[in-house]
């Protein structure tokens, strides 16, 4: 197998965004009147708002206050990130650049919204590194659906067998290794399932340790 791209995972694993959207997540569902705790909180991670909207329902009831939540975790995160920005995860600029000079073309695939994504990417100073960024409101069906892996190795022009996937969430790796990709996992808040562990190629500490292995795909495709 020859590897032709690799594609990025944005919240948790390139940008530490996670601990952003927790605490967001998390002040708004208390200024509503309800408690959204850290092992809930988790099960949500990877997962596109709509999906986590429809969970939020099911937990709290349909009289959950959905539209002023949406608005209050929005204006709390929008706030923090405009006053603080969002740093990137240790190793991932290196990455990047080994990857441009060995010439592998890189894409985005995340579950945050296009605004979501264009905000965060600049505020980490990221904008203009990507081919592609696709986003949750582009297809379909979001994370673990394949839906945004398999449009993120069309817009590449390269076959999904052939694309490195690189994701931090249960949801991101069962997508990813459901449209045929070569996936590595780097664990962000939660532990990664044991159906993650299998679906993913290896699980790493790190982008660092991730590199490593990409190094090793990259080269040994090209004996």
């Not at 204006?75 to 240790?90: A, D, F, Q």
């Not at 000079?101 to 994504?117: C, F, G, L």
């Not at 290794?177 to 290896?202: H, I, N």
Request: charged share 25%; hydrophobic share 45%.
């Amino acid at each position: 197998m020859k590897i032709a791209a690799v594609i990025f995972d944005m919240d948790g694993l390139m940008l530490d965004t996670e601990s952003i959207y927790k605490l967001s997540w998390q002040k708004a569902a208390e200024d509503c009147g309800y408690v959204l705790d850290d092992p809930f909180y988790l099960t949500l991670i990877g997962q596109p708002n709509e999906a986590c909207e429809a969970v939020l329902l099911e937990r709290f009831g349909l009289d959950f206050p959905l539209a002023d939540f949406r608005g209050r975790w929005s204006s709390i995160w929008r706030t923090e990130v405009e006053s603080s920005g969002i740093p990137t995860k240790v190793g991932l600029l290196d990455l990047l650049s080994f990857l441009r000079k060995e010439q592998v073309p890189v894409a985005i695939a995340t579950s945050s919204d296009r605004d979501y994504a264009d905000l965060s990417l600049r505020a980490a100073g990221l904008a203009s590194m990507f081919e592609h960024i696709v986003t949750a409101d582009q297809v379909a069906r979001g994370k673990p659906a394949p839906d945004i892996y398999l449009e993120s190795a069309r817009r590449l022009g390269v076959d999904p067998s052939r694309c490195i996937a690189l994701e931090d969430s249960d949801a991101g790796v069962l997508a990813a290794s459901a449209a045929g990709m070569t996936t590595v996992m780097v664990p962000d808040l939660k532990p990664p399932s044991a159906e993650a562990q299998q679906a993913a190629f290896c699980v790493a500490s790190s982008l660092l340790e991730a590199k490593e292995e990409i190094v090793y795909l990259l080269m040994n495709s090209r004996a």
